[in-house]
């Protein structure tokens, strides 16, 4: 099935180091929601994005609707040990039926600098 | 805590057996989605049900099928199962059907292990 473009696939951090990823697809979408799931649990909802242009933040994360609505950024600043596990972006397409369901990305896995 | 409840947590059975996974939806959603992790697949949508009725499917293969209760709990059956069908199963809940914007809140899964 179809998938987002999510980079990067992996990335370590230091606490206190700002965060960033996005997602991008071929497809315009009229939804954009992140995700992230911590190892044996479920995808927990961080942020979800309505309107082209659109920025929003939860806490120390801000996320971007692009303009083009066929990408979204997610940021994370002053990172802290929490913050690893793996993000999702999930993005629903304009029509209805199966395309109105939700596409995922593959993942942003965030670990800490050994 | 998502409100979403999934049963069992964990699942170890066959090659051909049958099992049922089961969801029970945060109070007042409607629609129920389905969708498989696996490693090499990422989260796949597999079906979606809105107030009992089905309202889409995505990549759900013929030997699974799914049914949305009155009371809303929702069922995914797993027949004729292959190695290949080991993987982590989440349902996910949402108080509106798609393609209305809306945002979805997830279970923490079952994990099936199909040896």
């Known amino acids: 099935g179809q998938q987002l473009n999510q980079s990067p696939q992996s990335m370590f951090i230091q606490e206190g180091e700002d965060v960033s990823m996005n997602c991008t697809s071929s497809?315009?979408?009229?939804?954009w929601l992140w995700y992230k799931q911590d190892p044996g649990e479920g995808p927990v909802l961080l942020i979800a994005?309505?309107?082209?242009?659109e920025l929003t933040s939860n806490g120390r994360l801000t996320a971007q609707f692009g303009i083009t609505r066929k990408d979204s950024f997610l940021n994370i600043s002053a990172s802290i040990p929490s913050d690893v596990g793996i993000y999702f972006c999930?993005?629903?397409?304009?029509?209805?039926?199966?395309?109105?369901?939700?596409?995922f990305g593959k993942g942003t896995k965030l670990s800490v600098k050994p | 805590d998502s409100g979403v409840t999934q049963t069992p947590k964990h699942l170890i059975t066959a090659t051909g057996q049958r099992v049922t996974l089961r969801c029970s939806p945060r109070?007042?959603?409607?629609?129920v989605y389905w969708y498989q992790q696996s490693l090499d697949q990422g989260l796949q949508f597999l079906i979606q049900?809105?107030?009992?009725?089905?309202?889409a499917k995505g990549n759900i293969l013929e030997r699974f099928s799914a049914q949305q209760f009155p009371d809303l709990h929702s069922e995914l059956n797993l027949s004729s199962l292959e190695l290949g069908d080991s993987a982590l199963y989440f349902c996910?809940?949402?108080?509106?059907?798609?393609?209305?914007?809306?945002?979805?809140?997830f279970g923490p899964g079952t994990r099936l292990t199909v040896t």
């Open positions: 497809s315009i979408f009229n939804t």
């Open positions: 994005l309505y309107k082209a242009g």
């Open positions: 109070s007042g959603d409607l629609s």
């Open positions: 999930a993005g629903q397409r304009e029509y209805g039926g199966s395309q109105g369901n939700l596409i």
């Open positions: 049900y809105y107030n009992g009725e089905e309202r």
């Open positions: 996910a809940s949402s108080p509106r059907p798609s393609p209305s914007p809306y945002e979805q809140y």
